[in-house]
């Protein structure tokens, strides 16, 4: 079964700074990809996915991330954070035919002004 | 229009009390889930469904079951509510097939005391 990890439990980073949350995933095939972003007392937003194709994918909120099939691993990036992304982040891996989804364990995302 | 509402958004209760949590989807999806987000953030799956069948049924207390009178809704019925089961219950819903990406509601915060 698919399983995900992500290795860091909170991240905090300088309003402006970079960012990257790393995930790494297992599973037999080609997974399908995604981040999720869950801001305090609310549901959770899908950032962006991965199926097949470019290994960079685009997301909402000018976030992005990159496949890497060698490592696998799929972190998520944005090049100047602001402080309305503070959240918790979750990367999830499924099938195409299969409903089952699973997320990792989160990385909470502190902003410092 | 909220694409997935779940209703109540908090929930407070006693030991023992039987309670019930109403999920609609207005998307057209096909499928239908519960995640149970505990006080660390962990998301697990509950239940799936898939056009009113059960497809996934997780290691869960046979005291929770889910009902899904149509493709739309799915509720989930909590019989004999335990401490145990405090934690925020989410509805999610995708298309035929799990590769798209979920669309989640915002929660029900479910505490028993």
């Known amino acids: 079964a698919q399983s995900v990890t992500q290795p860091d439990i909170h991240i905090t980073v300088s309003e402006g700074a970079s960012l990257e949350l790393r995930c790494n995933y297992s599973?037999?095939?080609?997974?399908?990809l995604f981040w999720y972003v869950q801001s305090p007392g609310q549901g959770l937003q899908l950032l962006l996915k991965?199926?097949?194709?470019?290994?960079l994918v685009q997301g909402i909120k000018g976030f992005e991330a990159e496949f890497k099939r060698s490592q696998s691993s799929f972190n998520l990036r944005k090049p100047s954070v602001h402080w309305s992304d503070a959240a918790e982040y979750f990367c999830a891996v499924g099938e195409y035919n299969n409903n089952d989804m699973r997320f990792g364990a989160g990385t909470r995302l502190t902003v410092k002004p | 229009d909220t694409a997935v509402s779940q209703t109540p958004k908090y929930l407070v209760t006693q030991m023992g009390n039987d309670k019930s949590i109403k999920c609609e989807q207005n998307l057209g999806h096909d499928t239908m889930y519960w995640y149970k987000q505990d006080s660390k953030k962990f998301l697990k799956i509950m239940f799936s469904?898939?056009?009113?069948?059960?497809?996934i049924n997780e290691t869960v207390p046979n005291r929770f079951s889910p009902k899904s009178p149509d493709k739309a809704h799915l509720n989930l019925h909590i019989n004999s509510l335990e401490l145990g089961d405090s934690a925020v219950y989410f509805c999610a819903s995708s298309p035929r097939t799990g590769g798209y990406g979920y669309t989640f509601g915002s929660g029900t915060r479910l505490t028993v005391v």
């Open positions: 469904y898939n056009n009113k069948e059960l497809i």
């Open positions: 599973y037999g095939a080609t997974p399908y």
């Open positions: 991965y199926f097949s194709g470019d290994t």
